[in-house]
């Protein structure tokens, strides 16, 4: 029995957004002095060379990343690595503050390993997070920004928003993320229409001279046909990876009362369809383009399943609140027995290793 599976039954009495406030000042604290870093990195850290990944030019240590949402404000970046993820995405950022829906706006569906959010966009704003990481410093792992727009802005407005939020930030990032697939903003124009789309991503490769590489977040509930569109128009303008999934809107299949919620469906549940997703875009682009599999990741298994379907990369939100601090070391090490019973020498030799 892990340390946490005897704290979680206490801390999830607590409302589940109180529970991640607290969470996350633990780890703000944890990762504020030097010896509390390096005991979370010698407790937490696992590291082998086969885990590591080269892409978007850079080397991640592992491929088991934070999902974005979590350090919406990059307060605990570096206390996230030290926990032994391999990276981690911040954001989604807006060019302003925002306080996002009301409360209650987080629920745990214990039964169904999974959670409902409807935050709605709340954050600091690009200005507070990008002094953050000044003084912070990046974490020294890959670091991915999540770019999203205003809840009140008109459909230019967005294409402004996302590149105020690009050229602020992107000096910090590894890779950007064009987030256009939140289920639980306001929908005041359609987000997913290849027009739109086509204007912020013409805006953003304009603005960028440094060329970060930048990739769209895409959600699990169209059909395939639209999703095959959208990553067609990925290709268009030859970014350079999709990251699949968000959250869904589905409620099928689950136990918990709390299913009756609405805002965006994580964990557990998503898992099947968040994968055949990651799949169906592999099959599609013959495997080339690089993608960045999430939703109902928390073991070893279910992070190999996305990465035989074609995710060179995964991340976590939910499983990371089910399973605890030591959730990353423990896929990881599982994902090092895997490849070696399957003859794979390292995770880049199993990406896609179930495709046709
Ligand atoms: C509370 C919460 C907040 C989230 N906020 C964001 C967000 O700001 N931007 C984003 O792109 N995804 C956000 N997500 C979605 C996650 O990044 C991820 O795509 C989704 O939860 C599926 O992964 P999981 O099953 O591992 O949680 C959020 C998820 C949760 C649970």
């Known amino acids: 029995m892990t340390l946490y599976s005897r704290i979680r ?25 030097w010896p509390t870093r390096t005991a979370l990195s010698s407790g937490y850290q696992y590291e082998h060379p086969a885990l590591e990944v080269d892409l978007f030019d850079t080397t991640f240590p592992n491929p088991v990343g934070v999902a974005a949402g979590f350090d919406k404000n ?13 990276f981690v ?39 507070r997070v990008k002094a ?7 974490p020294g792992f890959p670091l991915g920004v999540n770019v999203g727009k205003m809840n009140s802005s008109s459909e230019e407005e967005a294409i402004e928003d996302y590149r105020r939020v690009f050229d602020r930030l992107s000096p910090f990032a590894d890779y950007v993320v064009v987030n256009v697939s939140c289920p639980n903003t306001p929908e005041e124009f359609d ?4 027009d739109h789309l086509r204007a912020i991503f013409e805006t953003l490769e304009a603005e960028n001279d440094a060329d970060v590489p930048i990739l769209v977040k895409i959600g699990p509930d169209e059909p395939d046909d639209s999703i095959l569109d959208l990553v067609d128009i990925v290709r268009e303008f030859d970014l350079d990876g999709v990251v699949a999934t968000n959250t869904s ?23 099947r369809r968040s994968t055949e997703v990651v799949r169906t875009i592999a099959e599609h682009t013959d495997g080339e383009l690089p993608i960045v599999g999430v939703g109902g990741v928390d073991s070893p298994v279910s992070a190999y399943r996305k990465i035989r379907a074609g995710a060179s990369l995964v991340q976590l939100y939910t499983g990371f609140v089910y399973e605890g601090p030591s959730t990353a070391k423990r896929i990881n090490k599982g ?22």
């Not at 953050?132 to 990046?138: H, K, N, Q, Y």
């Not at 809107?249 to 898992?271: A, F, I, M, Q, Y």
Request: with cysteine; charged share 25%; aromatic share 6%.
């Open 9 to 33: 039954p206490l801390a999830f009495t607590l409302p589940a957004e109180t529970a991640h406030d607290l969470g996350k000042r633990t780890l703000r604290v944890a990762q504020s002095t």
């Open 132 to 138: 953050r990481l000044e003084v912070d410093g990046t």
């Open 249 to 271: 809107t589905s409620r099928e299949d689950l136990e918990s009362p709390n299913r009756k919620e609405w805002g965006g469906l994580s964990g557990k549940p998503v898992e």
């Open 191 to 194: 987000e997913g229409s290849p």
């Open 74 to 86: 990059a307060e605990v970046t570096h206390a996230l690595c030290a926990l032994g993820f391999g």
């Open 335 to 356: 994902l090092v027995a895997l490849l070696e019973r399957d003859g794979f020498g390292s995770i880049q030799e199993a990406v896609g290793a179930d495709l046709e």
């Open 89 to 127: 995405e911040i954001g989604t950022v807006t060019p302003y503050p925002q306080s996002g829906n009301d409360r209650p706006r987080l629920f745990r569906l214990l039964e169904d390993e999974a959670m409902v959010n409807r935050m709605g966009f709340n954050g600091q704003g690009m200005e």
